[in-house]
């Protein structure tokens, strides 16, 4: 349960515990049941969500949740997953939707040719029953009854090359994907097409209609540590989705509207002992823009740790670009001084720097903390704050004692 007595209390006397987010502007209220048994599971849930941004219209419900499924397993026809959800929302004061959603997922057991070649298929099911009244994204009123399904074939010709202190692995993957039925106007949901679910049947809230085909390849340079055993060096992932003609009903922040999509990517690369860099990100399908950058590295220099992460978006996947950075020094095993800073190229600001120092032994950690934010909101001004913390670490609570504030 949570609850506060004023919209930005939590953010004022920058709360953070196990319990509150002092960066948080949504309440949760919650009540679960689970149950699991076998190949079997039940999920009933109420939620209340209060938006502290908002004046009015600030409370969602949702109850009752209702989650059902089923899995059914063969060695020789595969996996069928079956699950059903009735969930009934209310928000912004007078819209109110009932939803009762069917869906089967077959998936059958992967081929392995004499060629090389690992195939693997894969289809869905899906019939949405529902009701919904005084709403823009769904048809009012009456009850609707839609199915919609979706089957997909992916190919991939994993090769490897083995040294006598590397191995090298390329693996290109093709898969083709076909909806044949309609679906309802995404154009204005926020989603992003990324690396991660480049090959997912469904990667926005609902089965995106039409024929598409998806190429892409995996890379990877592994090597032997001094004790021999194979260490990941570097990894390069890259593909994109064709699309057999334009489709309006999808988010044009996806990319997924137009017949070529971005190509996205994911990049890794680590250092022997001091740490990684990753790098993933999106590129415009005509080769010339960078629409998506984000860095987050972790580098480790005997005494000194760096950190960095940096997001950039660009044209229609969005308009963040900030930078957080941060670096350590370790005295010892005992003490470390900190400092970490962000930047908002958005708005062309500093949103918060702060300056730590931390002393810990094997039962207690203590530190102070001074932090400088920049920023305003009702009644949120910019300040100061010097923290003092003490953490008993076997017992895994935490003591504060009472910030001062300029």
Known sequence: TQKTS?????????????????????????????????????????????DLRKTSDRYEYITPNILFGKDFFTERFGTLNFTSNLKHKNYQADKYTTFLTNRLVFTPVTSIKKSGFVNSLQGIIENKNYEAKNTSDYKNDDTVNEIASVISFKSSLPMKKKGLN?????????????????????????????????????????????????????????????????????????????????????????????????????????????????????????FNTINYN???????????????????????????????????????????????????????????????YQYKIDCLTAGVVFRREFYQDNDLDDKETLMFKISFIPFGSEVKSPKFKK
């Open 294 to 356: 984000e860095i987050s590295t972790s580098l480790n220099f005997g005494k000194f740790d760096f950190n960095l992460d940096y997001l950039e978006q660009r044209k229609h996947v969005g308009t963040e670009h900030y930078l957080t950075s941060g670096v350590a020094l370790n005295f010892n095993d005992n003490n470390k001084l900190s400092y970490e800073s962000r930047k908002n190229y958005k708005t062309d600001s500093t949103e918060l720097y702060d300056i730590s």
């Open 6 to 50: 004023n919209d930005t209390y939590f953010r004022i006397h920058d709360i953070d515990t196990g319990l509150v987010d002092s960066s948080e502007t949504n309440l949760v209220n919650k009540i679960n049941y689970n149950y699991k048994k076998n190949n079997t599971f039940l999920n009933i849930s109420g939620s209340v969500y209060e």
């Open 166 to 286: 590397f191995s090298n692995v390329f693996s290109p993957t093709f898969m083709v994907r076909y909806a044949p039925l309609h679906m309802r106007n995404l154009s204005e949901e926020d989603s992003k097409l990324n690396y991660s679910n480049l090959y997912s049947l469904n990667k926005t809230s609902e089965i995106e209609s039409g024929l598409s085909t998806i190429i892409g390849y995996d890379f990877k340079i592994n090597k032997k540590d001094k004790n021999g055993n194979d260490r990941e060096k570097l990894s390069l992932s890259m593909g994109q989705v064709f699309n057999r003609k334009e489709n309006d009903d999808l988010p044009s922040n996806s990319s997924l509207d137009q017949k070529t999509s971005d190509v996205v990517g994911i990049f890794n690369y680590n250092f022997s002992e001091i740490g990684n860099i990753n790098y993933k990100f999106n590129l415009d399908h005509n």
